[in-house]
């Protein structure tokens, strides 16, 4: 771990860097949009041919942490940091200096951060490799997922299960007074608390496994973006939990509840096997069942089982001789495992004295939700288990702000027009909800005046069909959207 004087040696290069708008926004200005976006699929030639004309520290600093070059010690820039990058072991070499890891900029529009990691796969402008066991990966889409979902609430402690490089702490340290952060891989940590000098920050840096270092304690708020692989075996630290099918989602959801203060929130990424025969939100409910939480799971994507293991073979830069063996092999365990599918979602707990638990597909959503976003859910959720069925029959409906009713009118052979399909178009995240037609009708009569009772019977009067039918869908939808926040559902008078 870094010793006193290093992190001392951090901050002056902080402001080092900062000086020379070697930032998110700086690197973006000087290599341009198209360039810029090419870096995060591992391109680098578009960069390369940005930089070949120019030069100064920026540039010299792109060139030797981002595009991964190698620069002559004699060509560098005035004021360029060799001292400090070598007292903190980011630069090896002589004549010929390289850096050992890719220091990114990162940070929020108010904000600057550096993120420590290793070269991906591509390593830049240098030799493609496969990753090392104990790779630490640096910002990708998944970190960028559980930043964007996890509730931004002021907090006393958080926890970040598995931190690898940093990234949810940096997040965390924006809300919470005190940051703990685990990994069971040593190199992570030196990663993670590079980062964190170096973006002025300092957190509670423990290695072990998972919850292991904070075995007793409790916290506000606990992130996870753990090394949910569905693989055989163990192969890279950050990706592999070496536990067999998807154990790792159904061990987390079993501990992190006895971790989390009341009114805490648990936010992590998980995949989870479809198996054959099985519905897939069964098998993932069972693991909450029981744990006093009450439990939000979303599954964003779905993959066939070539198709992931294609993903993750490509991720780490594989491409040996054994390669086709390796992918046989992983197949082959996931068609012992009965996979017809895995799921990728992410699972919000909070613990709760009358659990619930929503289980529900977002792969069609608009976008994905942010933070505010999913605290909302929740409270929609919790919303839900205040109304049983008869209970639901006398609450008032209002359709809530924002709600666009989108009406089609269809021409008739006859040169008429006739009454479409209609859609609910909400203004955040969620996405679209196709109305049939007793939907339709009731929706325009929750005004926020009538109860659900209410509702139903003048939906069956205008339809002139039978209110028992009108009354079987009507409950079944209503509560649907008001589950997704569609509607508002007060207690009548």
């Given at each position: 771990?870094?010793?006193?004087?290093?992190?001392?040696?951090?901050?002056?290069?902080?402001?080092?860097?900062?000086?020379?708008?070697?930032?998110?926004?700086?690197?973006?200005?000087?290599?341009?949009?198209?360039?810029?976006?090419?870096?995060?699929?591992?391109?680098?030639?578009?960069?390369?041919?940005?930089?070949?004309?120019?030069?100064?520290?920026?540039?010299?600093?792109?060139?030797?942490?981002?595009?991964?070059?190698?620069?002559?010690?004699?060509?560098?820039?005035?004021?360029?940091?060799?001292?400090?990058?070598?007292?903190?072991?980011?630069?090896?070499?002589?004549?010929?200096?390289?850096?050992?890891?890719?220091?990114?900029?990162?940070?929020?529009?108010?904000?600057?951060?550096?993120?420590?990691?290793?070269?991906?796969?591509?390593?830049?402008?240098?030799?493609?490799?496969?990753?090392?066991?104990?790779?630490?990966?640096?910002?990708?889409?998944?970190?960028?997922?559980?930043?964007?979902?996890?509730?931004?609430?002021?907090v006393d402690r958080a926890l970040d299960i598995g931190t690898g490089c940093g990234v949810q702490a940096l997040h965390l340290s924006r809300h919470s007074r005190d940051v703990v952060a685990t990994d069971n891989n040593p190199r992570a940590l030196l990663c993670a608390q590079l980062t964190a000098a170096l973006s002025g920050y300092r957190w509670d840096l423990l290695e072990g496994s998972f919850l292991d270092p904070v075995v007793g304690e409790t916290f506000d708020l606990i992130v996870s973006n753990p090394p949910f692989v569905i693989s055989p075996g163990h192969r890279y630290t950050y990706r592999d939990s070496g536990l067999a099918a998807d154990e790792l989602g159904r061990q987390l959801v079993g501990r992190i509840p006895q971790y989390l203060r009341p009114?805490?929130?648990?936010?992590?990424?998980?995949?989870?096997?479809?198996?054959?025969?099985?519905?897939?939100?069964?098998?993932?409910?069972?693991?909450?069942?029981?744990?006093?939480?009450?439990?939000?799971?979303?599954?964003?994507?779905?993959?066939?089982?070539?198709?992931?293991?294609?993903?993750?073979?490509?991720?780490?830069?594989?491409?040996?001789?054994?390669?086709?063996?390796?992918?046989?092999?992983?197949?082959?365990?996931?068609?012992?495992?009965?996979?017809?599918?895995?799921?990728?979602?992410?699972?919000?707990?909070?613990?709760?004295?009358?659990?619930?638990?929503?289980?529900?597909?977002?792969?069609?959503?608009?976008?994905?939700?942010?933070?505010?976003?999913?605290?909302?859910?929740?409270?929609?959720?919790?919303?839900?288990?205040?109304?049983?069925?008869?209970?639901?029959?006398?609450?008032?409906?209002?359709?809530?702000?924002?709600?666009?009713?989108?009406?089609?009118?269809?021409?008739?052979?006859?040169?008429?027009?006739?009454?479409?399909?209609?859609?609910?178009?909400?203004?955040?995240?969620?996405?679209?909800?196709?109305?049939?037609?007793?939907?339709?009708?009731?929706?325009?009569?929750?005004?926020?005046?009538?109860?659900?009772?209410?509702?139903?019977?003048?939906?069956?009067?205008?339809?002139?069909?039978?209110?028992?039918?009108?009354?079987?869908?009507?409950?079944?939808?209503?509560?649907?959207?008001?589950?997704?926040?569609?509607?508002?559902?007060?207690?009548?008078?």
């Amino acid at each position: 771990m870094l010793t006193p004087a290093q992190v001392q040696t951090a901050t002056r290069l902080r402001q080092i860097f900062l000086e020379a708008g070697f930032t998110a926004d700086g690197v973006l200005g000087l290599l341009g949009a198209s360039a810029y976006a090419a870096l995060a699929r591992d391109e680098f030639v578009p960069a390369r041919r940005v930089l070949q004309d120019k030069a100064g520290l920026l540039v010299d600093l792109v060139r030797l942490f981002i595009v991964d070059e190698v620069l002559d010690a004699h060509d560098l820039s005035e004021g360029f940091p060799v001292a400090e990058l070598r007292s903190l072991d980011l630069i090896e070499g002589g004549e010929q200096i390289h850096a050992v890891v890719d220091v990114r900029p990162y940070g929020e529009p108010d904000t600057d951060w550096y993120v420590v990691s290793d070269h991906s796969a591509g390593r830049g402008a240098r030799s493609r490799h496969e990753v090392a066991v104990d790779h630490v990966l640096g910002v990708g889409g998944a970190s960028l997922t559980l930043a964007r979902i996890t509730p931004r609430i002021p907090v006393d402690r958080a926890l970040d299960i598995g931190t690898g490089c940093g990234v949810q702490a940096l997040h965390l340290s924006r809300h919470s007074r005190d940051v703990v952060a685990t990994d069971n891989n040593p190199r992570a940590l030196l990663c993670a608390q590079l980062t964190a000098a170096l973006s002025g920050y300092r957190w509670d840096l423990l290695e072990g496994s998972f919850l292991d270092p904070v075995v007793g304690e409790t916290f506000d708020l606990i992130v996870s973006n753990p090394p949910f692989v569905i693989s055989p075996g163990h192969r890279y630290t950050y990706r592999d939990s070496g536990l067999a099918a998807d154990e790792l989602g159904r061990q987390l959801v079993g501990r992190i509840p006895q971790y989390l203060r009341p009114g805490g929130v648990a936010v992590f990424l998980a995949n989870w096997l479809h198996i054959r025969d099985q519905d897939w939100r069964e098998r993932v409910t069972d693991w909450v069942r029981g744990s006093g939480c009450s439990a939000w799971i979303a599954q964003r994507e779905v993959q066939e089982p070539a198709e992931y293991v294609g993903l993750w073979l490509r991720d780490a830069g594989h491409a040996g001789p054994d390669q086709d063996r390796r992918y046989e092999e992983w197949l082959q365990a996931l068609e012992e495992w009965g996979t017809t599918a895995i799921g990728f979602g992410w699972i919000v707990l909070t613990p709760s004295s009358e659990p619930w638990i929503q289980v529900e597909d977002v792969s069609t959503a608009k976008r994905q939700p942010g933070g505010a976003e999913v605290m909302e859910s929740l409270d929609h959720f919790q919303c839900l288990q205040k109304f049983d069925a008869v209970a639901m029959l006398s609450g008032i409906p209002t359709v809530a702000a924002g709600v666009v009713l989108q009406e089609t009118q269809l021409a008739t052979s006859d040169g008429h027009w006739s009454g479409g399909p209609a859609t609910l178009v909400h203004p955040s995240w969620r996405q679209d909800e196709f109305l049939d037609a007793v939907t339709k009708v009731m929706i325009n009569l929750c005004d926020g005046q009538r109860t659900v009772t209410q509702v139903i019977d003048d939906a069956a009067a205008q339809l002139q069909s039978d209110p028992d039918e009108v009354l079987a869908i009507g409950l079944f939808r209503l509560r649907e959207l008001v589950g997704r926040g569609f509607l508002h559902l007060a207690r009548g008078h």
